[in-house]
């Protein structure tokens, strides 16, 4: 709002000389007067002709009207300095007042005088200041408070004491952008005893509402705070709703909820010991395994369950204790011991719990038995004990057969022999690894051909087979396949017996065979060629039948 206000430079001027010259006139005509009837009793009583009083009052008259008409010039240009001095610091207050009024609140007055005027001057440029200085605060107060309230993520509706909408703030307006279907309506309508308890009595009310926007699938829930506004100098006080919205956070909150549960349920389903010990030794929690197996009271903060009693039995610390170490080291520590109090091996891994500052503030023990694994450790440990006599036991033997054991490959490559196969072919086991079979047991090229095919293919060798080597030794190979679940072919054993004693013996019972088949044929030529007596044939036959008798037997043999 900006006053009009009128330049007071020319009447102010205009009354002071018309003034002036109103008081100068009827003075000037006053004292004429007055003088002239003074001078003309005087002369009169002094005797002087009515003529000459005549002429003197004319004289008299004519020069003091041409005085005081002069007098009066002159006070008139005397008085329009002065007022002139007068008026213009006073312009030029008008001025200033006229431009602050026009929103030009930089104008300052200069008036170089100490008198009234001057001081009016600098108490007009003080307020000024003041004003400006004022205005520029309530300018950025504004500012601030509209920011303010143009970055508050609640909403805030103003209402009458008619509950009539007085204004909102950007919030409504993101969310109506949003759900053009939602209405201020509906968060006045389930506030109503609310907000007239609020502007009864100045009660502070909160409440949770939900809305689904319409043609949607979302539950909004809002809190709204319902609280009474009355500035100074209102009649009627207003009411503002301020409207959160905590769909987000109370999906959070029942996220958290529902992990704490989880966490709970999971820790409380964990089969080892876990308990969370503070830094003076107190079990401030435990799992339900803990807890039986501990046997522990109330587990809370403040409670005195001191860890040492219930996992040693001992009223204090034990020395030497890896977790109570760890209070000192702040590492980890893994250990397994036995704990006759428990009766029973534990493996135990005792983690620190650090603060911010990277203090040790507790611990984390994490118990687990092992009794049942250290008895399964002791029985493999024996088994093993076992299995490597036993292993010993079979190298012994291995080493100890007089046959000659070979194991090949697929590719024919020996990988272990026995030691008589060392002394027969006179080598050390590093130079006969890694060589093939063939270059030890002499073959034929279509033998060493066929087997290699054979074992390509993945089929077996020759179950039995005699081999005769360059020095005219026998040799009985046996072959056994080793295979894997699906039957195939990993390697083979080889098996070999020197029967070069029993091949001479069994040439020299061809021999003697053939030579006993000669001689029956003698006998038979010559019972042909005998004649005579039939007992003595008769002892031949049964001679011949002893004969046969035992070439049958050397043949099986």
């Not at 030009?104 to 005027?117: A, K, Q, W, Y």
């Not at 891994?349 to 250290?374: Q, Y």
């Amino acid at each position: 709002m900006t006053a009009n206000i009128n330049s007071p430079e020319s009447s102010l001027r205009t009354k002071i000389q018309l003034s002036l010259f109103l008081i100068l006139a009827f003075g000037g005509v006053a004292i004429n007067i007055i003088l002239h009837k003074v001078i003309y009793q005087t002369l009169s009583n002094a005797g002087l002709s009515p003529l000459i009083l005549e002429n003197i009052s004319k004289q008299f008259t004519i020069v003091g009207t041409g005085v005081t008409i002069a007098g009066i010039i002159v006070v008139l240009s005397i008085s329009s300095l002065i007022a002139w001095s007068v008026t213009k610091p006073l312009q030029k207050l008008t001025d200033g007042m006229l431009d602050i009024t026009h929103g030009n609140l930089s104008t300052r007055i200069h008036v170089n005088s100490n008198d009234e005027v001057g001081q009016l001057a600098q108490g007009f440029n003080a307020m000024a200041s003041h004003v400006e200085e004022s205005l520029h605060a309530l300018s950025n107060a504004k500012q601030y408070t509209d920011n303010i309230l143009m970055s508050v993520p609640s909403i805030l509706i103003a209402l009458s004491s008619q509950q009539q909408v007085l204004s909102t703030n950007k919030a409504y307006e993101r969310l109506y952008s949003q759900f053009p279907s939602i209405q201020i309506s509906q968060f006045i309508e389930p506030l109503q005893d609310q907000i007239t308890r609020s502007l009864e009595t100045g009660e502070t009310t909160w409440q949770e509402i939900q809305l689904v926007p319409a043609h949607t699938r979302q539950h909004l829930i809002f809190s709204i705070t319902v609280s009474r506004v009355a500035e100074s100098g209102q009649k009627d006080p207003m009411v503002l709703l301020t409207i959160t919205d905590i769909t987000e956070r109370k999906k959070m909150r029942e996220l958290i909820l529902q992990s704490k549960q989880d966490w709970e349920d999971t820790f409380n389903t964990i089969p080892d010991m876990v308990t969370i010990h503070d830094k003076d030794y107190n079990i401030i929690q435990a799992n339900n395994a803990a807890r039986e197996a501990l046997k522990l009271p109330k587990v809370d903060f403040g409670v005195n369950n001191k860890c040492f009693k219930f996992y040693h039995g001992t009223e204090q610390a034990p020395s030497g204790c890896p977790s109570c170490n760890c209070y000192n080291t702040a590492k980890p520590a893994t250990f397994e011991l036995y704990e006759p109090y428990l009766k029973k091996f534990v493996e135990i891994r005792s983690i620190p719990r650090l603060s911010s500052n990277n203090e040790v503030i507790g611990l984390i023990h994490i118990v687990r038995d092992i009794s049942t694994r250290k008895k399964i450790e002791e029985e493999h440990n024996k088994l093993i004990g076992e299995i490597t006599k036993a292993k010993m036991e079979w190298e012994m033997t291995f080493d100890s057969v007089t046959e000659f054991v070979v194991l090949i490959d697929n590719d024919l490559t020996i990988t272990r022999c026995n030691k008589s196969f060392q002394k027969f072919v006179n080598k050390g086991i590093g130079d006969i690894k890694g060589g093939h079979c063939y270059n030890f047991f002499p073959c034929k090229d279509d033998q060493v051909a066929l087997c290699k095919n054979r074992m390509s293919d993945g089929c077996e060798l020759p179950a039995k087979t005699d081999l005769q080597t360059s020095d005219n030794h026998w040799l009985y190979i046996s072959h056994m396949p080793i295979q894997d679940e699906r039957n195939k072919l990993l390697k083979s054993v080889i098996i070999a017996t020197d029967v070069t004693e029993l091949k001479s013996a069994q040439k020299k019972v061809n021999e003697s065979e053939q030579q006993l088949h000669e001689k029956i044929n003698d006998l038979e030529k010559f019972y042909d060629m005998a004649i005579g007596r039939e007992l003595k044939m008769k002892n031949l036959k049964k001679e011949i039948k002893k004969l046969n008798s035992e070439i049958l037997s050397s043949r099986e043999n």
